[in-house]
């Protein structure tokens, strides 16, 4: 380890990290890649999200989504309706105290 002015050490990646900052790189994650596109939009029309799996999109039965948003305001796909996380998480709160165990 190093020591630096203050007195404290620094350890490998912190040494790294000083380094490309003095070069101008930048060490954000979130600057590192463009912002993810998906490939299945959310099948709730008035939602704009996306219902890939890997960004958390889920599916779910068209008579559940009937209960939950309403008729007409969603499309589907072979009886099952392609929503985003944000709208399966609000489908989720809506049904918590429907389950019967």
Do not use: P
Request: aromatic share 8%.
């Amino acid at each position: 380890m190093v020591k630096t002015k203050v007195g404290m050490y620094m350890g490998f990646k912190s040494k790294a990290r000083k380094h490309q900052e003095e070069r101008g790189e930048g060490t954000d994650k979130k600057s590192r890649g463009s912002k993810k596109e998906g490939e299945l939009s959310c099948g709730i029309k008035s939602c704009e999200g996306w219902a890939d799996k890997s960004m958390g999109g889920r599916s779910i039965s068209r008579i559940d989504a009937q209960d939950i948003f309403g008729n007409g305001t969603f499309s589907e796909v072979k009886s099952r309706v392609k929503i985003c996380k944000s709208c399966y998480r609000l489908y989720k709160k809506e049904t918590k105290d429907d389950k019967e165990y």
